[in-house]
């Protein structure tokens, strides 16, 4: 019996578990020395899996687009996330999937001779807001700093290539705000680090439709909105829009619907979470206790 110590967090790599903090990537991987790597990040909230299909098939879909292989059928790797939060004995927690590319024999630069490499781990639940901010909303600053490209880097496939988010995430906190939305080349916002982006105007939903990861909440939010008779119009969101909107919020796994009331510090309505995004809210929460949306961890 291993005496292992668990408690932060348990991860899966070369074919063994071991505590979070003995995991890590060699030095040469091309994952560490190119963000060549595609990962998902699914959640699980009170003993169960939140939309566990939904994050599989995009994990997957990410791999096929960035040609990495995980090796692993859909189901080894639902045992083998499941184990790592069995083992880290959470209740709620953050569970990331990845395959970086791995390294090419030595002297050769051509990716497709590296081995590529799967590996993953559950952490404690991430939030991406802290409770005060969860409660009176972010202040979010729009970038000057552009989103990479879509032609450039797929954003659907869901990768590491994050040098604009953080680079404009420390002008947003250096200026004052909680966190950062980029903008394409046309002056649309598109997303944020670790989170899509929706605008609340005249009782419609806005949200970006290209430029973006198609993110699981962002999804969820939608259906949500289907089911509260609310439209969305899925279409380029200008900043000036964000900016000018009765309402908004952020989703993400990493916290569900996350209101904002400030934008590039204009206040958004009174100030305050608007009715349509606590509603939204609401819902996201309740539908974590809905049969066909979780998948309880076997613990
Ligand atoms: N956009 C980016 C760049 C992200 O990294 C994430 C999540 O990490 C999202 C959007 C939101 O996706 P999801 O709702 O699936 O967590």
Redesign the pocket.
């Known amino acids: 019996m291993s005496s292992a110590d668990y408690s932060k967090g348990a991860a899966w790599q070369g074919g063994r578990y071991v505590p979070i903090a003995e995991a890590s990537v060699p030095l040469t991987d091309w994952g560490f020395l190119r963000s060549d790597a595609a990962y998902?990040?699914v959640t699980v909230w009170d003993g169960a899996f939140f939309r566990l299909d939904l994050?599989l098939e995009?994990f997957l879909r990410s791999c096929r687009k960035f040609r990495l292989d995980p090796g692993r059928t859909p189901q080894e790797i639902v045992e083998i996330l499941s184990q790592c939060v069995k083992l880290a004995g959470l209740r709620s927690a953050y569970v990331e999937m990845l395959v970086t590319r791995g390294q090419p024999p030595w002297g050769s630069r051509d990716p497709r001779q590296a081995v590529n490499q799967f590996r993953a781990f559950a952490v404690p639940y991430v939030w991406i807001a802290n409770e005060e901010q969860r409660q009176h909303g972010l202040h979010v600053q729009v970038s000057k700093v552009q989103r990479i490209p879509p032609a450039s880097v797929d954003?659907t496939a869901?990768n590491y290539h994050?040098n604009d988010?953080t680079m404009g995430l420390l002008d947003a906190l250096d200026a004052g705000a909680d966190t950062v939305v980029l903008s394409d080349a046309q002056g649309n916002v598109v997303?944020?680090?670790?989170?899509?982006i929706f605008a609340v105007r005249g009782g419609r939903l806005v949200t970006p439709a290209e430029g973006?990861?198609?993110?699981?909440?962002?999804?969820?939010v939608v259906e949500i909105a289907g089911t509260l008779g609310v439209p969305v119009d899925v279409r380029a969101l200008p900043a000036e829009e964000l900016r000018t909107a009765d309402e908004a919020f952020l989703?993400?796994?990493?916290g569900g619907v996350l209101p904002v009331t400030i934008v590039d510090g204009r206040r958004i309505g009174n100030g305050e979470p608007g009715a349509i995004t606590r509603r939204v809210l609401q819902m996201y929460w309740d539908w974590h206790y809905e049969p066909r949306y979780s998948v309880p961890v076997r613990y």
């Open positions: 998902d990040v994050h995009r954003p869901k994050w988010m997303e944020g680090p670790g989170f899509n973006v990861l198609e993110g699981i909440t962002r999804r969820t989703s993400s796994s990493g």
